[in-house]
């Protein structure tokens, strides 16, 4: 692998995803979305930054600005495929909320179809907006992470997830039909956005947590190495909850990187069942640690995520949006304690 020199973040970023190793450990934090102190610093909160593309925008460039995490994900919720297609969600009412799922899109798994004109419905339009404004308004030192709902969720989502679960026993081939469909929504959206300014892909998959190991080899793994291959740029795969059983399976996704949910999986373990396949990202626990620990808490397991592997720091699934913004500045605090260590050390 080349080592990767000179730059910014951004590039060395992009570097680190095309096999290239930094000179010093990453210092790009992904994984992020917006607390209260940063919606209080910038005037742009939730719920409006949901539903309009200029404060969604300003939000999400405050996750950086308020942070140096040097990366800044958009947007923050499940239902922005769900609704296009037709699907209900409750709408964000609070500071603390986020749209979320309320009744599915077909009743009929044979009737799951994308409509041409999809990328006009819905917060589509929205999304895009958000993702070319705050490109422009961080110009290229810092990487734009937009994120896209996985095959498994849009399909649980669009479908019903009890449905979705028993075609994947039952009838795996309408299952396999199903999630076809919703690999090609996650391609053309993630395509659109990449080239709305985005610069990494996270596909975020939860619900295949709930499938059996050779479910997931059978079904979900095609069609990942299909998304991978066609999206045209980086894209990394996060799935919460215990993926220990899919970990051996994972790298051969196509993905260039993993997301793993710590407590649920230990960093060690990660790192041992990707086996350098892939990049490891991870895991700091939002609720244990960076919602309820102290800064002193954060730079330890940051600290010991680094030891045990990981390739890129990263809270270890979505934050909760009363997290200290002083717990978020120890994982930086983290990495630079470790780099300047390593430079002692050279």
């Known amino acids: 692998m080349n080592q990767a020199r000179g730059g910014g973040p951004r590039e060395e970023l992009l570097g680190i995803f095309k096999g290239k190793v930094p000179a010093a450990f990453c210092e790009t934090v992904l994984l992020n979305s917006p607390v209260t102190e940063m919606m209080e610093q910038c005037g742009a909160g939730w719920p409006r930054a949901h539903y309009d593309g200029t404060e969604m925008a300003e939000l999400a460039a405050q996750i950086h600005r308020s942070t140096g995490f040097n990366a800044v994900n ?41 409509p041409k004109d999809i990328f006009e419905r819905g917060r589509f339009p929205i999304v895009f907006d958000a993702v070319r404004r ?118 051969e996704s196509g993905f260039g990187a993993f997301s793993y949910d710590s407590p649920a999986v230990r960093t060690s373990e990660a790192v041992r069942s990707l086996g350098g396949r892939m990049l490891a990202i991870g895991s700091v626990p939002t609720v244990s640690c960076l919602l309820e620990g102290s800064e002193q808490d954060v730079i330890d397991v940051s600290m010991e995520c680094i030891r045990e592997g990981v390739d890129i720091l990263s809270p270890s699934c979505g934050l909760p949006p009363r997290t200290p913004l002083k717990n978020l500045h120890a994982m930086v605090e983290a990495i630079r304690l470790w780099n300047e260590a390593a430079k002692r050390r050279d």
């Open 74 to 114: 958009l947007p923050w919720d499940a239902c922005v495929e769900l609704e296009a297609l037709g699907g209900s969600s409750i709408p964000a009412k609070s500071e603390v909320d986020v749209p979320t799922p309320a009744g599915p899109a077909f009743e009929d798994p044979e009737c799951f179809t994308v």
């Open 134 to 251: 705050v490109r422009n308004a961080l110009g290229k030192e810092v990487a734009v992470v937009p994120l896209v709902e996985g095959p498994m969720n849009i399909a649980c989502l669009s479908i019903g997830l009890n449905r979705m679960y028993r075609l994947v026993i039952r009838d795996p081939g309408s299952a396999e039909r199903v999630l076809e469909r919703a690999a090609k929504l996650c391609i053309e959206y993630g395509r659109r956005l990449l080239n709305s300014g985005g610069d990494l892909l996270q596909v975020s998959d939860p619900f295949a947590q709930g499938l059996a190991a050779r479910h997931f080899l059978s079904l979900l793994i095609p069609i990942y190495k299909r998304i991978s291959r066609e999206v045209e740029g980086p894209v990394f795969l996060h799935i919460c909850g215990n993926t220990k059983s899919l970990l051996p399976h994972i790298p």
